[in-house]
């Protein structure tokens, strides 16, 4: 019968999107399992093969769990504000709400086409304004919060007035930005705009000045992962370090839990490691040295603070605010041209350069507390004030960069030993450097010196033990027009929120999508954008009077806000009076199954598993995760085209003489190849751009042969294979097995599309076990014992797979249980209907058709998995090979229910190992039972 694909895949995609078979409802009486892709951004580009891995993964999972049973909650929606929208936007003028909805569209188009049994009646986009409501939501709780350490947790900011209402700061236990010393008396004396500022340094939602990446061509802020080698991700531009008035969130205060947290998820071990990575936590000492001349103090942070005897220099960050205050005149010069230079330079880029040093020395002297030294400070971009203090001891006798660094600018660099006998032992290269012996330390351990030296520190004064963590404090605003507004206005200079009731603050029209000629973010643009606060309304920024008309936030809410919280969305879409109800939020918990690339190993995951927390601190969720398990899946990687053009000419000369002549590596477009082969079009190649027009070839054998490569799919190396065609050719089905049969999920693996058509023909195998000729034919005949082991095979072995994520040997297995009905030409009922509930979380499109036309009315979405009976898969016999002095000769085939006697009894009567041993007797036999036989002569 012929397998027409295109006819079948329409069919089922158009049932089950009138019928609604994956609707999902919150019947609380099944349990549940909540499967999740990460968010996609959905691009001018659409998708390319090497997009719906993951998702194809995840739909197998989603659908299995529906025939084990389980309310499966499978949704799909679009983080869709975003630069690129708006760059666009800057460009052609069109509006970003419309190329994302067209977009969005063209994501759809290809999603549906594959057969994703996504739920798309819970469908969210960050960017509707009925979504971005309760992300201006929880902005406005984090705002009203502050964390508690004592209980560990964020709490109203109320609780926080009534301390100092009732105790000023006393006793006060709390993340913060400074610490801040009054009186509850001097609380009430203080006037509302000072009590607002007071508030500012304790709040989860802050304003505060910061150091952040900026470009002044695109005019906005950037985070790390988008800017690369000091220029931006999009477009290449320039990207300064420099000091704004920035939100912020506090997720600081949730350094520790979120550390702790990674000990009971199921996740990737590397992707754990990054995390904890990012965290940074270390344990140490703050220690305060003074300068020499009195006049300041500066604090660094240690994990080694029982190497102080050594620290012969101090390095401060370019950034740190002493800096001006204590940099000589005759330094001044040399010091602002190396902070102009790291300005230039993400911090992302300074702590990866780990072996090069650079600095600047300051003119500045401090005193080493111990040793009573007068030693240098120096500024380099080796320091981050992120971490720390922005200020470190240097003991380069004990650390690689600071060695470096003493080298490079003549240091003294002192060792720090325990006893005089190590120090006749100890030699370096440098004739700067010594050994001491502390003395204060003889004989200690590491851990007995370092808990000595902090307990000196805090003896004195000086200092006290601490722990630190690396992660800073996540930048919230973008000077972008295409994201959620900030609800604040301004009154006093001070930030205010606006009511709940205002909700959602909408986005406001703007003649221009660029920064205004003041400076200020493309909102500064809008006509209607100040509040109203008598009234409770937007108003028209002439309106304001700084009585009761203010000027609101004008920066917006940075990509990472949206897809922070979605997956509570999902749970809960339509609730109007809700970010999520509570109940429901409680049934479906956490997501069982996230899957995504490895990219959101910090930022992303980090962000969401923060404001999960807050979200439950705050008694509108139950659980302290987000995401169970997660997969990050690998990545389909395409084979790329390149030619090479001759330098300073338009002449292309072919891969095998290209080595003869100056050329440079150009990517061409794969679909300029002839067929599959190597060989370029060049008259295709011509009339691809118009700077090839005239473009002229040296051949090998008349023909241009290009390079091949194995690399990223993506559509800037021309690389990309669309899975609109694959499915058009091939079928939605093919396409879902091809890509789990290509390796394992989590690693990467080429595209060759020519491997479609053996996947092709297995589809038309199955297809036709169900036919006899062109009609469908099933016979209700008892299977035979051989094709129910066949089946239960399978079974055991699906099962197996599923639980492990090996989707390829999963299609490996479907084909070789094919192969084996095809030989005992099998056509029975009992046999195939459960086949085709196997196989129809990989091919749904095939198995709905399949399962039809045996008769079946409803879909086979959420028919019961087939149970595995292992009493088919008990062997009756065993082939036993036969052995002598380990040598094998023989098998004989004898029941597998006899005991290890009775095989020996029967084996040394068998002719053959009559004949074999003569008049010879066996010295021994060894039986395994269901394995071997070796008689040893």
Known sequence: MFYNHQEIDRKWQKYWEENQTYKTGDQKDKPKFYVLDMFPYPSGAGLHVGHPLGYIASDIYARFKRHQGYNVLHPVGYDSFGLPAEQYAIQTGQHPAVTTENNIQRYEQQLKKIGFSFDWSREIRTSDSSYYKWTQWIFIQLFHSWYNK????????????????????????????????????????????????????????????????????????????????????????????????????????????????????????????????????????????????????????????????????????????????????????????????????????????????????????????????????????????????????????????????????????????????????????????????????????????????????????????????????????????????????????????????????????????????????????????????????????????????????????????????????????????????????????????????????????????????????????????????????????????????????????????????????????????????????????KNWRPEFKEATFILENDKYITEREVEKMSKSKYNVVNPDDICEEYGADCLRLYEMFLGPLEQSKPWNTQGLSGVYGFLKKFYNLYFDGDDFMLSEEEPSKEEYKVLHTLIKKVLFDIDHFSFNTSVASFMIAVNEFQKLKCNKRKILEPLAVIISPYAPHICEELWHLSGHKTSVEYEPFPMLDESYLVEDEIEYPVSFNGKMRFKLPLSASLSKEEIEEIALKDDRVVQYLGDQKPKKIIVVPKKIINIVC
Not at 211 to 217: D, K, L, S
Not at 440 to 457: R, V
Not at 477 to 491: A, F
Not at 591 to 616: C, P, Q
């Open 150 to 685: 004592d209980n560990d947790k964020a709490e109203p900011i109320d609780t926080l007035v009534k301390h100092f209402e009732a105790q000023g700061t006393k006793g006060l236990n709390t993340a913060q930005n400074e610490a801040l010393d009054f009186t509850a008396e001097e609380w009430k004396q203080a006037s509302e705009a000072d009590k607002q500022d007071i508030l500012l340094n304790y709040r989860m939602a802050y304003r505060a000045e910061t150091t952040v990446n900026w470009c002044p061509a695109l005019g906005t802020v950037l985070a790390n992962d988008e800017v690369k080698d000091g220029k931006s991700e999009r477009g290449g531009y320039p990207v300064f370090q420099k000091k704004m008035m920035q939100w912020s969130m506090r997720i600081t205060a949730y350094s520790e839990r979120l550390l702790q947290g990674l000990d009971t998820l199921d996740w990737p071990q590397p992707l754990k490691d990054a995390q904890e990575y990012w965290i940074g936590k270390s344990q140490g000492a703050s220690i305060t040295f003074k300068t020499n001349d009195g006049a300041h103090e500066i604090e660094v942070f240690s994990t080694r603070p029982d190497t102080i005897f050594g620290a012969t220099f101090m390095v401060l960050a370019p950034e740190h605010p002493l800096v001006k205050e204590i940099t000589t005149d005759a330094q001044k010069a040399e010091v602002e041209l190396y902070i102009e230079a790291t300005s230039k330079k993400t911090e992302r880029d300074r702590m990866a350069d780990v072996k090069s040093v650079s600095g600047a020395f300051i003119g500045a002297y401090v005193l080493n507390p111990f040793t009573n030294k007068e030693i240098p400070v120096y500024i380099s971009d080796y320091v981050l004030m992120g971490y720390g203090t922005g200020a470190v001891m240097a003991v380069p006798a004990h650390d690689d960069r600071d060695h470096r660094f003493a080298k490079k600018f003549g240091l003294e660099i002192i060792k720090v030993v325990e006893t005089d006998e190590d120090v006749q032992e100890q030699s370096f290269d440098s004739k700067n450097s010594v050994c001491v012996n502390s003395m204060f330390l003889d004989g200690l351990n590491y851990k007995e010196a370092k808990a000595k030296i902090i307990s000196e520190l805090e003896t004195r004064g000086i200092g006290y033990g601490t722990i630190n963590y690396r992660q800073r404090d996540a930048i919230f605003s973008r000077q972008r027009y295409w994201g959620e507004p900030v609800p604040v206005y301004y009154k006093e200079e001070m930030p205010y929120t606006l009511p709940i009731s205002a909700l959602p603050l909408e986005l406001p029209e703007v003649e221009k999508y660029l920064p205004t000629e003041d400076g200020d973010p493309p909102l500064g643009n809008a006509k209607k954008f100040a509040w109203d606060e008598q009234n409770d309304k937007v108003v028209s920024t002439d309106l304001i009077d700084y009585k009761t008309v203010f000027p609101m936030e004008l920066s917006t809410m940075p990509g990472w806000a949206g897809s922070s919280w979605y997956f509570l969305r999902y749970m809960n879409p339509d609730n109007q009076d809700l970010l999520c109800d509570k109940s429901i939020a409680d049934y479906w918990g956490q997501v069982d199954l996230y899957i995504g690339g490895s990219e959101h190993a910090t930022g992303h995951l980090l962000y969401a598993r923060f404001w999960n927390m807050f979200l439950k601190d705050r008694g509108y969720i139950s659980q302290e995760e987000p995401f169970q398990k997660l997969i990050n899946q690998g990545m389909i990687l395409g084979t790329s085209a390149f030619v090479f053009r001759v330098n300073g000419t338009n002449e292309f000369v072919s891969k095998g003489l290209a080595k003869d002549y100056d050329t440079q590596k150009i990517h061409v477009d794969i679909s300029l190849l002839k067929g599959v082969s190597d060989e370029l079009d060049t008259e295709a190649f």
